[in-house]
């Protein structure tokens, strides 16, 4: 954030978006840098958006799934394609709604719901014995690249934090070790690993790619909370699809139809092609767990590492002299390196496990 504020200073602006402050970045840095500001500010819009179009992918297949936990011990079982969908219809009915204050009192109701959620979810660990008999204490070297993926997805949120600083009332609030940022993700981190921990312990091998799958299958309690769930997701899928739809449509599509009098009807056929899209990679990758380490993988290394590594070294790059220039710019490249490491070995992998679940899903259909 202290980056993103030396450059709106510089350029004298209140404010700067994540692909506006790489522009800027590359703008005033060294050489010859600043005519690459326009495919850097492009190439970071790319990656926000796939990550949000990600982020609507995982909540359809997570929709899916709980819905089909609840209604095959009921009226047997279909395929997680299935409901997939049938729920694709009810999706694009609520991607329609353009206005976000509409969404908002369904989302908050929803992310209410989810909390309380938590608490029964809980309850239904704690009843399970909780034992390290049998549990491996370090998971392979297959499981962690995917973990990495999946722990990556679960903490992006590039598309709000970094002009987040200049909208506040009280800018210095945002970092230090009371600030929003601690204040926020501290204990979202820490639900994630209590969750995790406690969850592994209780259920081991057994363990689903969401733990509302691990819940009984039987009685009203555990139908309810995959319900609620499901329905909490439900209102924040269309969250997702605005920020893509506003980055794509309304600052790109948009402009290329000029004036034309059938201007809202044209987006609401984008709203509906993009669901449409969403729907096509969910049959095409209908795993929740491959697909949060594939978003994560794929999008979090470049907007969580390599871009704010270059966005510092560039806006500093003046800063520094003699010995301290070397280590800034070893600091940077190690940095670098090692994310580059972690970006090949995740990626790698999750494709690796994607391929392989799809021919072992047409083997089992021969």
């Not at 809202?264 to 380490?293: G, H, Q």
């Amino acid at each position: 954030s202290s980056t993103e504020y030396e450059l709106s200073r510089r350029k004298r602006v209140p404010r700067l978006t994540y692909p506006e402050t790489i522009e800027a970045a590359f703008e005033l840095g060294p050489g010859n840098f600043g005519r690459f500001k326009r495919l850097a500010g492009q190439i970071c819009y790319v990656y926000m958006i796939l990550l949000e179009f990600g982020g609507d992918c995982v909540y359809a297949i997570f929709i899916a799934e709980n819905v089909k936990a609840i209604c095959d011990h009921r009226y047997g079982a279909h395929s997680l394609r299935w409901y997939q969908t049938w729920l694709m219809i009810p999706l694009i009915l609520i991607c329609w709604i353009k206005n976000l204050k509409y969404l908002a009192p369904g989302s908050t109701l929803g992310t209410g719901c989810a909390v309380g959620c938590f608490g029964v979810i809980y309850y239904f660990i704690f009843s399970q014995p909780i034992a390290l008999e049998g549990r491996k204490a370090v998971g392979s070297f297959r499981e962690f690249a995917l973990f990495f993926g999946t722990a990556l997805f679960a903490m992006g949120a590039f598309g709000i934090v970094v002009p987040l600083k200049n909208k506040m009332t009280n800018p210095k609030r945002f970092g230090g070790t009371f600030g929003v940022v601690n204040a926020t993700m501290i204990p979202n981190m820490t639900m994630y690993v209590l969750m995790g921990f406690f969850g592994y312990l209780a259920y081991g091998n057994f363990t689903q790619s969401s733990i509302t799958l691990n819940l009984p299958q039987t009685g009203a309690i555990g139908d309810v909370i995959r319900i609620l769930m499901a329905g909490s997701i439900f209102t924040t899928y269309p969250l997702c699809n605005y920020v893509v739809t506003d980055m794509v449509w309304h600052k790109w599509m948009k402009l290329k139809f000029g004036n034309n009098k059938h201007l809202d009807k044209w987006e609401y056929v984008f709203r509906t092609c993009l669901c449409f899209t969403n729907y096509l990679c969910c049959i095409a990758i209908p795993n929740l767990e491959l697909f949060m380490s594939l978003s994560g993988s794929l999008c979090l290394p470049a907007l969580g590492i390599f871009f704010p590594i270059i966005i510092h070294t560039l806006t500093f790059w003046h800063s520094y002299t003699g010995w301290r220039f070397f280590f800034f710019l070893f600091r940077a490249a190690l940095i670098v390196a090692l994310g580059l490491f972690a970006f090949l070995v995740s990626f790698s992998t999750t494709v690796y496990e994607i391929v392989t679940s799809i021919f072992l899903a047409e083997d089992n259909h021969v």
